[in-house]
């Protein structure tokens, strides 16, 4: 059961351009949505996070925007640079280590973003 | 401040052995988590230690093991390697504690089955 469902694919958008990838996912018990980057050769490095009690959390150029009605989230990406290239992958996860634990990380498939100058 | 080390970066083994990858995580970070990223899959949760004890665990057989030393330091064991283990190990460290805190990943190790 894929428990996080991330769209599109792969995605070309043209340099200062908006990019957009959505999330959704089926799992009421999710508090906590983390967006990571991930290029080549690295591991993937955090992005931005956000939790079910605000509706949009931005840093930089990075937004993440929230759903909780729709159980739905995306990451836009402002003015998208060619260095931006690279593959994003959309995360959940329940908080509660108190015993009942979690299931670590639950990630989307991965969107491969491609930014052309 | 490093960040989370992994060793070693690449390994070759043949199906039927065992194989050991080690993490070492940011300094003060407690919980260590493993994960399996494959094309096929995707990112996959293995384990997670919080002060030398596996806290949560993910579907995955019991030839996958794993333990952490006092130091915070993991190790993961794969043992009867498969050629479906073929695979990049990342290992992602964080604060633990209470609530989820950020986790940070490590650059893995990539497993190759022969």
């Known amino acids: 059961q894929q428990q996080v469902k991330q769209s599109p694919q792969s995605l070309i958008v043209q340099k200062g351009g908006i990019s957009i990838i959505n999330c959704a996912y089926e799992?009421?018990?999710?508090?906590?949505f983390p967006w990571y980057q991930q290029f080549p050769g690295k591991g993937p490095a955090l992005l931005i996070a956000?939790?079910?009690?605000?509706s949009e959390k931005k840093e930089g150029r990075f937004t993440i925007s929230f759903n909780k009605s729709a159980k739905q989230f995306s990451l836009h990406i402002m003015d998208s640079q060619p260095g931006d290239s690279a593959t994003y992958f959309c995360?959940?996860?329940?908080?509660?280590?108190?015993?009942?634990?979690?299931?670590?990380?639950?990630f989307g498939k991965g969107t491969h973003l491609i930014i052309q100058p | 401040k490093a960040g989370v080390t992994q060793t070693p970066r690449y390994l070759i083994k043949t199906r039927g052995q065992q194989v050991t990858l080690s993490c070492s995580p940011i300094?003060?970070?407690?919980?260590v988590s493993w994960y399996q990223q494959t094309p096929g899959q995707g990112l996959q949760f293995l384990f997670e230690?919080?002060?030398?004890?596996?806290?949560n665990k993910g579907n995955f057989p019991g030839r996958f093991s794993g333990r952490q030393f006092s130091n915070s330091r993991s190790e993961m064991n794969v043992s009867t390697l498969e050629l479906g283990d073929s695979a990049l190990y990342l290992c992602?460290?964080?604060?633990?504690?209470?609530?989820?805190?950020?986790?940070?990943f490590g650059d893995g190790t990539r497993l190759s089955i022969l």
């Open positions: 992602a460290s964080s604060l633990g504690g209470q609530d989820n805190q950020p986790q940070h």
């Open positions: 230690y919080f002060s030398e004890t596996q806290r």
């Open positions: 956000i939790r079910p009690d605000v």
């Open positions: 300094s003060g970070h407690r919980s």
């Open positions: 995360a959940a996860a329940s908080g509660r280590y108190s015993g009942g634990g979690a299931d670590g990380l639950t």
């Open positions: 799992n009421t018990a999710f508090d906590y």
